[in-house]
């Protein structure tokens, strides 16, 4: 079984930022994929970035690309998102998610293993 944890939630006014960070533990961590996505009140969830096991690879939803940046750590077990420019309508509870998933490319759906969520709310 796979823990995922995340941190670095918080409230920011618009203009600001935040840096998410994900933690994975349980099992050997090789090859895994990780994501972060996110649930706004009364909205699905959407995948915001994601990243290969290598870091070699990522994807992003349009509506974050040149804000948000998702990296892995120096430890294969973490993922962080650093988001800049936060507008109120990123305010949402954001996972983090893993899955094992050996193509060197970002997962984009099916993964396994969620984190409980953190919170992040960005006021006008």
């Known amino acids: 079984q796979v823990q995922v944890v995340e941190s670095g939630g918080g409230l920011v006014q618009a203009g600001g930022s935040l840096r998410l960070s994900c933690a994975a533990s349980?099992?050997?961590?090789?090859?895994?994929?990780m994501g972060w996505f996110r649930q706004a009140p009364g909205k699905g969830r959407e995948l915001l970035a994601a990243v290969s096991w290598s870091g070699g690879s990522t994807y992003y939803l349009d509506s974050v690309k040149g804000r948000f940046t998702i990296s892995r750590g120096n430890a294969r077990n973490t993922v962080y998102l650093q988001m800049n420019d936060l507008k109120p309508e990123d305010t949402a509870v954001y996972y983090c998610a893993a899955d094992r998933w050996e193509p060197d490319t970002a997962l984009l759906e099916g993964y396994d293993y969620w984190g409980q969520g953190t919170q992040v709310t960005v006021s006008s």
């Open positions: 349980g099992r050997t961590f090789v090859n895994y994929a």
